[in-house]
């Protein structure tokens, strides 16, 4: 599994990206988390100006046959979105760590970067981690 | 041959319908209605000849599977046979051709009918009393949680919770959403039933509902229940009855004698109305005595005086309205007149009969799928392809591989507590050699997987298409037909 | 009469297979208390019993066949080709159930697909799903839509003269909920705008109004939906699709939502139900949307197929956290309705609704020129239905015209106080120049009656 060793991680498997300077997070989904929904069909992301909460469900990410929450890993204010994913979801699956990235926030408190995994200790929770069972629908 | 789409078999000038000429001098419209109301442009319907549409909506309907051509194990569905005589009756003009705001004096049939299929389903039931009203299970469960907040509203609190098992439909959780509860999750145990430690620990006070089907969505009983429920009614929780599998209990045991407060019952699976490609259905919800006064409104009133029904639409403590008028008459009709030809009798052969094929289903695949809950099941069984899994095919193969054989998927990939799930309900109205040629194509399936499991990827071979790309579906979102790509 | 093929003798071979000594022995797991009850039903019936017994009971209503009605109110008495029954009574269609496996549906699936782009072209809407229950579900749908896709909303505008008993569903689906429903005043038979404009704030979600109205007016729309969507709200417009023939169509005044009642297309009167909701939107709302949505696609070899799509939205999947508890639609309705539309055609569906509209107006005409009756909202366009001013009140004079076969209307005294006069009267591609002159007759009659 690629976890890149630039980036910071989520226990609910989100990525971040900081700017040099520390104000600025870019943030996606890991490669562990697209391969686990599969074919990615819909995101339904935070709008430019929205302040989002550390640890709160901030978007949708939706496959054919599963629904996830995305949980902000930082509080702060969306600066950027990725339009290029909403275009075209396959994004972050192709490319989970580069053009697959969802959208940027200006930092809040930057003290709460002190929460975030670094990728060892990411990895080791994926290799806790079996993958688990196919996807799921159910008929009533 | 594929067939073509409506749209594109229309040809400019071609129509399928006669209407009368209008007799009277006529005005130009904009007389009648100003003109920035009017249409401007004609809705772009197609242009066919009656032949046309018969022959396409045949054509169509030969490419389903359906109860009248396929065994149908669709589990937790309750695909049993639809008498036709259901069917006749409700469509008598009598039924069909009446309008819900005609004077009661002239609909005293009907009337009578909704007040006896009321008596039939508390009887079956052990409830006290019933609504029709609601159109289909998840509106049922709507309705009853919407009845359960009203109860404890009146009492001072509505209380914050509901108590979900892991293994509940999904529209229970929904539904409580939608009432304005929090709902809580309680797992199940080795056995499928509700774990009753991790119950106790969730139970307080702040609970106004715990939801369950009985026989849980594993299709096995759930032996606590009276424990359950004691438990639940100590904390002042009603206890709400998720209908879907009573199919499993008509004569044995009824959830009003468990304890349930509350129950709706889906009568397009236990009262066999057909499914009709996915409704409409029914809900009836019956309650216990104490939740009465907060019923959909109108009700029935049956004056002691006369004999005469009306509706009455005077109850103050109603939670109000769940659905236009009084619900699915056609439908409730076909309930009815299913009741009827069984009677008491028929009733409670319905169920022995469907837990026997259930289990002989089991005693005869149990070796080749796993069996998660080894006690024996009720009216349905559910297996984990787990095994399957492994040699490389999932619970989907499995299914598809079936439509080759001319039987439908069972339900699958539900329960979600159970891995790779093939949830398997045969019904009373199957027989023995249905069940038999079933279970012989069960065992050639996992034959196949074993000798060469990719061969089930592309399955199924014979169906009129094969697997349908639905990421395509999603990506390329095609819900509306606006033309043919040149 | 059972319908249980399996014999005693069946039964035995099969337990002895599962290897249990009697049927008890399967279900020990019941208690046995629980075990001990009586259900008190009446006796099997064969099927000659039941249909001399339940075609008794039928026989107590008087249907419309043997009556001259002039009921609608949300339920309307239209013309219902004969291809329609002939074709949804096929077993293929009504026993199969919701198409989960594609490859076994896709009779049923384009079929849908099919009703869907029917229903968009005859409202003007991007997007319809696979069907609700009724007008009056997707009425309390399109709110949870709208305040679940905009959670910092809580108000929901709409107007006395919506249907009052969509308006008490609204309430009741909304008991749990943080909602404020404004409800606003008409005048002269339509919404008064100006309480409109006053109503929509920064908080509202969403304005509803419904047109034709409950009282047979064309409200103003184009107007209404200007003065909705400058605070953001949605504008949620409750139509009658077979008024949509002759009829500005939703997607031409702007509304973000079109739902309503589709019974007129099709479906029997059948004392309320079954019936077809139908909710369409715009194509930015496409994945807020509640219900089943059928999606064309292709299969692995390039095929044209079709299957169920959007799924991720919907109850088995976001469990408590999806914006509807909606499993089923009413898809052998909605196939009702899609052949309807089939049948009908480009030029039928204008044809049978200027017949509607022609019928009502020389009805009300005939009817105004009885003395002492009078159209109660002179000025406002109406489609098949109008209020007629009584006389007397409206229910004596149901009640009088009912002795001779005729169903007035609907008398708005239970609906609305200040109004033991006003009769709503319906007259659609039904009812005959004859039909319309025994009515005026009789109305005529049981005027000059002393009360």
């Known amino acids: 599994m690629n976890v890149p060793t630039d980036l910071k991680y989520t226990e609910s498997h989100e990525w971040v990206k900081l700017s040099k300077n520390n104000e600025i997070a870019t943030i996606g989904l890991t490669d562990f988390a697209q391969e686990e929904l599969t074919d990615i069909v819909y995101l339904d992301l935070p709008k430019v100006g929205d302040e989002i909460e550390a640890t709160t469900e901030c978007a949708v990410v939706e496959s054919v046959k599963a629904a996830s929450d995305i949980y902000a890993p930082l509080s702060g204010k969306v600066i950027e979105v990725n339009q290029a994913v909403l275009d075209d979801p396959a ?36 290799s806790e981690k079996e993958r688990p069972d196919d996807d799921e629908d159910e008929e009533k | 041959m594929k067939e073509p789409l409506i749209f594109d078999l229309s040809s400019p000038g071609r129509r399928a319908c006669s209407l009368p000429a209008f007799d009277a001098p006529a005005k130009p419209l904009a007389e009648l209605v100003p003109q920035e109301c009017l249409r401007q442009h004609d809705a772009e319907l197609p242009e066919v000849s009656e032949m046309d549409v018969v022959r396409h909506v045949t054509r169509l309907s030969q490419l389903n599977f359906s109860v009248d051509t396929h065994f149908y194990p669709l589990g937790s569905c309750t695909m049993k046979y639809n008498p036709k005589i259901n069917d006749q009756i409700a469509s008598l003009p009598g039924f069909a051709r009446l309008h819900p705001y005609q004077p009661a004096s002239t609909t005293q049939g009907v009337l009578a009918a909704f007040e006896l299929l009321e008596q039939t389903l508390c009887a079956i039931t052990g409830m006290d009393e019933f609504t029709l009203q609601p159109a289909a299970g998840a509106h049922g469960e709507l309705t009853g949680l919407l009845l359960i907040r009203a109860y404890h509203t009146a009492r001072g609190n509505p209380r914050s919770k509901v108590i979900v098992p892991d293994s509940a439909h999904g529209t229970n959780p929904s539904s409580a959403h939608l009432a304005g509860y929090h709902v809580v999750t309680v797992p199940s145990n080795k056995q499928g039933e509700v774990d009753i430690e991790k119950f106790r620990a969730a139970l307080d006070e702040e609970v106004a509902a715990v939801m369950l089907t009985n026989p849980s969505t594993h299709g096995v009983f759930e032996t606590n229940i009276l424990e359950i429920a ?76 006369d004999g005469t029904f009306s509706w009455n639409y005077d109850r103050p403590k109603t939670i109000g309205k769940m659905r236009s008028f009084y619900g699915n008459t056609g439908i409730l009709i076909r309930a ?57 095919s999932s619970a989907r193969d499995i299914a598809k591989r079936l439509l080759d054989f001319g039987f439908h998927a069972p ?6 507590t159970v891995p790779e799930a093939l949830m398997i309900e045969p019904t009373e109205t199957e027989s023995r050699e249905t069940l038999d040629r079933f279970i012989a194509a069960m065992r050639q399936i996992a034959g196949e997987i074993t000798q060469n499991a990719d061969s089930l990827h592309n399955a199924p071979f014979t169906m009129p298409v094969t697997r349908v790309d639905e990421v395509k579906a999603a990506r390329e979102l095609d819900v509306n037909f606006v033309k043919r790509n040149a | ?137 997707a009425v309390g749908e399109s709110v949870y839509l709208a305040l679940n896709a905009q959670p910092k909303r809580s108000r929901i505008v709409i107007s006395n003269a919506l249907h009052p ?110 019936y077809v909701g139908f909710l369409t939107s715009s194509k930015q709302l496409v994945h807020k949307v509640s219900g089943r949505i059928v999606g064309r696609s292709v299969d692995t070899e390039g095929r044209e197929a079709f299957c169920l799509t959007l799924q991720a939205r919907e109850q088995h999947i976001r469990r408590e956290k999806a914006t509807s508890n909606i499993c089923t639609n009413q898809s052998l309705m909605a196939l009702r309705a899609c052949i309807f539309l089939a049948l009908m055609g480009k030029r039928g569906i204008r044809k049978i609704a200027e017949l509607n509209l022609r019928r009502s107006h020389q009805a009300a005409d005939a009817i105004c020129r009885v003395p002492g009756f009078a159209l109660k909202f002179p000025r406002a366009p109406f489609f098949n239905e109008f209020i007629v001013t009584c006389p007397a009140p409206a229910q004596t004079v149901c009640d009088r015209l009912e002795r001779n076969g005729i169903l007035a209307g609907v008398p708005l005294s239970r609906f609305y106080a200040g109004m033991e006069r006003d009769l709503l009267v319906c007259v659609t591609e039904t009812k005959s120049t004859a039909d319309i002159e025994r009515l005026v007759e009789s109305l005529s009659r049981a005027a000059s009656q002393k009360v």
């Not at chain 3, 002039?70 to 008495?77: H, V």
């Not at chain 3, 072209?121 to 229950?133: E, K, P, Q, V, W």
């Not at chain 3, 009741?172 to 008064?192: C, H, K």
């Open chain 2, 230 to 305: 004691a438990m639940a009614h100590k904390a002042g929780a009603l206890l709400y009855y998720d209908g879907a599998n009573l199919n499993a209990l008509i004569g044995l045991a009824r959830p009003g004698d468990m304890g349930f407060d509350v129950v709706h019952l889906n009568v397009h699976k236990t009262f066999s109305t057909p499914h009709g490609g996915g409704g409409p259905g029914a809900g009836p919800v019956g309650v216990k005595k104490a939740l009465e006064p907060f019923l959909p409104t109108p009700r029935i009133a049956h004056s002691a005086a």
């Open chain 2, 336 to 392: 009815l007149t299913y009741i009827l030809a069984h009677g008491v009798e028929g009733l409670h052969r319905v169920s022995e009969v469907a837990i026997i094929n259930a289990n002989y289903i089991k005693a005869k695949l149990k070796d080749l799928y796993d069996d998660p809950f080894p006690q024996a099941c009720m009216h349905e069984i559910v297996f984990s392809g787990k095994r399957q899994k492994k040699q490389g």
């Open chain 3, 1 to 137: 009469m059972d319908y249980i093929p399996n014999t005693d003798a069946d039964l035995s071979a099969m337990l002895r297979e599962i290897g249990v000594a009697s049927f008890d022995e399967l279900v020990a797991a019941i208690p046995a208390s629980l075990r001990k009850f009586k259900m008190e039903l009446p006796a099997a019936m064969s099927e000659p019993e039941l249909q001399r017994e339940l075609g008794a009971m039928a026989a107590r209503n008087k249907p419309l066949d043997a009556l001259t009605s002039f009921l609608g109110a949300g339920a309307y008495e239209h013309f219902i080709p004969s291809a329609i029954d002939a074709l949804v009574s096929r077993g293929e269609l009504y026993t199969a159930y919701t198409p989960y496996q594609a490859e076994a549906s896709q009779g049923t699936l384009q079929l849908l697909y099919e009703y869907q782009s029917l229903i968009c072209r005859l409202t003007g809407m991007d997007i319809s799903n696979a069907s609700l229950y009724d007008g009056g579900s």
């Open chain 3, 165 to 274: 008993e969509y308006r008490q569903i609204l309430r009741t689906y909304t008991a749990g909920m943080e909602v404020e429903i404004v409800e606003l005043p008409t005048r002269d038979g339509v919404t008064d705008l100006n309480t409109l404009a006053a109503a929509v704030n920064e908080n509202t979600a969403a304005v509803l109004l419904q047109s034709p109205n409950f009282f047979g007016c064309i409200e103003p729309m184009l107007r209404a939906g200007e003065l909705t969507k400058p605070k953001g709200a949605w504008f949620v417009a409750v139509v009658n699709p077979l008024s949509l023939g002759a009829l500005r169509p939703p997607g031409e005044y702007g509304a973000d939502l079109a739902v309503g009642e589709g019974q007129p297309l099709g479906i029997p009167v059948g004392y309320g139900g079954p």
């Open chain 1, 91 to 126: 994004l972050v699956n192709e490319d989970a760590f580069g053009k697959g990235w969802l959208f940027k926030i200006k930092l809040a408190d930057p003290a709460e970067l002190e929460e975030l995994l670094s990728d060892s200790d990411y990895e080791e929770i994926l």
């Open chain 2, 411 to 416: 339900t699958i990939y539900f329960p979600m």
